[in-house]
């Protein structure tokens, strides 16, 4: 047998039916429609609200999706990785909820946690995975409820998030196709700048930190928005030099949907113009792990085999870094 790659195969992608606008958010918060779409580009955002529903559940719609789109025999399929930092519970993990209902009885299931680069990231673990020649399909998910985490008292961070989730189905494949590099990096000194306060080991839940609203997403900005632009810029300039990629041989980036400035700062630095590189991020806002796979599942008529893609995301850690894949298959 020769070499081993990690192609993607299929993807797919759910997002909750109920819509909140701007201009409801400006009946919530003091804020604007102009106000959001100047400053991060975001027009609308869907909304998990029905009770007792978490991350697995839109995990699980997207998964249950692809394996129909797919035809993949669920049997067949020996891994499932949920990249989320919203799990539904502390433990057991949002993964084994998600295989549990997905009835699939020959896989093993874990959470990936990486902020907004858990995708990016749990895309380079799969793959590593498969190209072991251990495993031959991996069903990768990321998925996150961030309404979950928000604080919508709270102006500045109440109109980035969304929930939804995007999944895609890796496969082994002797093509030359597939997840061709990688390039990841934790500078741990995000802390001070997003958090969430309380409800870790840290600091756990109490009347004080429930009173106090602590558990929700902390960000500062500002520097946020600096530390995204550089790293996302830098990484995907480096993964593009090395791998002889330039505005010439890429077909699309993909980056992080958290800001229309920093996409727009991240094509710039590459050369690239607007319109190969995906947004989604006006009607679905920052939805973390989930961002880069509904980007792949909305654009994915677009896509033909042997296209050349990076994507790219930065994230609480802070984490970052960027992956080459080149496309498997001609989008339906």
């Known amino acids: 047998m020769g070499k081993i790659n990690a192609i993607i195969t299929g993807v797919a992608g759910y997002v909750p039916d109920y819509v909140l606008t701007n201009e409801e958010l400006s009946r919530m918060v003091d804020t604007s429609d102009e106000w ?34 797919t035809g993949v025999d669920p049997e067949s399929i020996e891994a499932l990785i949920v990249a989320t930092s919203t799990a539904d519970y502390k433990y057991p993990s949002t993964a084994s909820i998600v295989i549990g209902k997905l009835g699939l009885k020959n896989a093993f299931a874990f959470d990936f946690w990486a902020a907004c680069c858990g995708f990016i990231y749990s895309l380079d673990v799969a793959a590593s995975m498969i190209q072991s020649g251990r495993y031959k399909k991996i069903l990768l998910i990321g998925a996150d409820k961030m309404s979950s985490v928000t604080d919508y008292k709270d102006r500045q961070t109440c109109p980035l998030f969304g929930d939804g989730a995007g999944a895609v189905l890796l496969e082994a494949s002797e093509e030359d196709l597939g997840l061709r590099d990688s390039y990841l990096r934790t500078d741990g000194q995000g802390l001070p700048f997003l958090h969430m306060k309380a ?4 600091c756990p839940p109490s009347h004080f ?12 900005g500002r520097t946020v928005f ?18 002889g990629l330039d505005k010439n041989n890429i077909d699309w980036v993909i980056p992080h949907q958290a800001n229309m400035r920093i996409i727009e700062a991240v094509a710039k630095r590459l050369d690239m113009p607007m319109e190969k590189v995906m947004v989604n991020i006006e009607r679905y806002g920052n939805t973390s792990a989930a961002t880069i796979p509904l980007a792949l599942w909305e654009y994915e008529p677009k896509l033909r085999k042997g296209d050349n893609i990076i994507m790219t995301a930065f994230g609480a850690g802070f984490v970052h870094g960027a992956n080459y894949v080149r496309w498997a298959y001609d989008g339906k």
């Open 226 to 243: 600096r530390y995204a632009v550089t790293n996302m810029s830098d990484d995907c300039e480096l993964i593009a030099k090395r791998n």
């Open 36 to 69: 959001i779409m100047t400053r991060v580009g975001i027009k609308e955002r869907r909304i998990l609200t029905e009770e007792g529903l978490g991350t697995s559940y839109l995990a699980r719609k997207a998964a249950k999706q692809l394996i129909k789109k």
């Open 199 to 202: 409800g870790g080991s840290v």
């Open 209 to 220: 930190t429930v009173d106090y609203r602590m558990h929700y997403t902390y960000q500062e």
